[in-house]
């Protein structure tokens, strides 16, 4: 299991490629002396390390970034980077905290197409904790709502969208009287 911070949290005067190859230190084999001789099985590791990043960034976009510091990035590709660094864990959940939060439009309509690679195409499945109910209505097969900490509602992104009770916690009251007049 991965996970992303509502709050970007990236290493941001190490470049996208070091930010990637960072998030498969969990994977790695090779000890101290490996490290500190540089023996065979230490180079294939980092060659592997290297390559399986470079491949993450292409899946995520970011392929021609490699190179640049990851502050220097759009904030919209530095949630992407993010979520390739959990991915090269190899991860088969992946928890997104607030993924949209701050972002444009256009980007977050870029990520809930990412979203939907990332599920379809790699066979991640995915936990998004998230406010923007246009992007949770597309992304999500089951819903959980919360209301001050509390579990109000689940279902289907139908059956929240008619919930009474979200309605009412969400909407407030008023619009459920409107609606029944």
């Not at 990236?10 to 490290?35: D, K, Y």
């Amino acid at each position: 299991m991965a996970r992303t911070f509502q709050n970007i949290r990236l290493f941001p005067s190490m470049t996208v490629l070091e930010n990637v190859m960072i998030g498969r230190h969990c994977r790695t084999h090779v000890g101290i002396t490996g490290a500190i001789f540089r023996n065979a099985g230490t180079l294939r590791e980092e060659k592997d390390i290297v390559d399986t990043s470079y491949n993450i960034l292409e899946k995520m976009g970011l392929s021609q970034h490699v190179n640049d510091l990851a502050m220097n990035l759009p904030y919209g590709a530095q949630r992407r980077l993010e979520i390739a660094r959990a991915m090269a864990t190899e991860p088969f959940l992946i928890l997104l905290d607030e993924p949209a939060a701050g972002m444009n439009p256009q980007e977050t309509l870029e990520l809930d197409d990412l979203i939907v690679k990332i599920r379809d195409q790699e066979g991640i499945s995915l936990l998004l904790i998230e406010h923007d109910m246009k992007l949770v209505m597309s992304l999500s097969d089951r819903i959980f709502v919360m209301d001050y900490g509390k579990k109000i509602a689940q279902g289907t992104p139908e059956e929240i969208q008619n919930n009474p009770v979200v309605i009412k916690a969400y909407l407030g009251e008023d619009l459920i009287e409107d609606k029944d007049a």
